[in-house]
T-cell receptor, first 118, second 113 residues
Framework: GAVVSQHPSRVICKSGTSVKIECRSL??????MFWYRQFPKKSLMLMATSNEGSKATYEQGVEKDKFLINHASLTLSTLTVTSAHPEDSSFYIC??????????????FGPGTRLTVL | AQSVTQLGSHVSVSEGALVLLRCNYS??????LFWYVQYPNQGLQLLLKYTSAATLVKGINGFEAEFKKSETSFHLTKPSAHMSDAAEYFC???????????FGQGTELSVKP
């Protein structure tokens, strides 16, 4: 299958600090990665789309200077929440689609990262 | 523009009963359609997908869905519910392969013993 991992699975930080979340495709090359945010009992909200080697495309209303996305390689994308505040507390999920049969037309999701900002 | 509507934010069935989760979509182009399942505090797991091949799609864990263009529907079914099926289910649509997904609001499935 197509496996996507995220690290860390949960993180607690103080207000004003920055947090980096990693998303890796383990058994395929992810030409495109997506970052979502999910609030309790809610659906997923797409934050941004990133293609390897290109700048991320952010959805309307998402602050690109606050949520920095880097897609440095075909297996790794990172989301950095800068100067985090309590309202940034959420469940962040990444997904990836890529360049082999059965994977190009489907997004495969990571297990998510629970961010709590105190 | 594309959109997805899942009818019923919460569905409750008895163990062994039929599961039917409804999904209607709107799309100006032939859509790619997906059902994902999410267990508490976990990411999403792909159940099945429709990518313009067979209209009846079989997925994992005994689930299947039928693409009905005339009804713009992609309802998810399972003949006999199991306790382990209790989870949140999301229907999603995309306009191109591996592209941006538009999610429905989700349906929480409860299974009673």
């Amino acid at each position: 299958g197509a496996v996507v991992s995220q690290h860390p699975s949960r993180v607690i930080c103080k207000s004003g600090t920055s947090v980096k979340i990693e998303c890796r495709s383990l058994d395929f090359q992810a030409t495109t990665m997506f970052w979502y945010r999910q609030f309790p009992k809610k659906s997923l909200m797409l934050m941004a789309t990133s293609n390897e080697g290109s700048k991320a495309t952010y959805e309307q209303g998402v602050e690109k200077d606050k949520f920095l996305i880097n897609h440095a390689s075909l297996t790794l994308s990172t989301l950095t929440v800068t100067s985090a505040h309590p309202e940034d507390s959420s469940f962040y999920i990444c997904s990836a689609s890529g360049g082999r049969a059965g994977v190009t037309d489907t997004q495969y999701f990571g297990p998510g990262t629970r961010l709590t900002v105190l | 523009a594309q959109s997805v509507t899942q009818l019923g934010s919460h569905v409750s069935v008895s163990e062994g009963a039929l599961v039917l989760l409804r999904c209607n979509y709107s799309s100006s182009v032939p859509p790619y359609l997906f059902w994902y399942v999410q267990y508490p505090n976990q990411g999403l797991q792909l159940l099945l997908k429709y990518t313009s091949a067979a209209t009846l799609v079989k997925g994992i864990n005994g689930f299947e869905a039928e693409f009905k263009k005339s009804e713009t529907s992609f309802h998810l079914t399972k003949p006999s519910a199991h306790m382990s099926d209790a989870a949140e289910y999301f229907c999603a649509v995309s306009r191109n392969q591996g592209g941006k997904l538009i999610f429905g609001q989700g349906t929480e499935l409860s299974v009673k013993p």
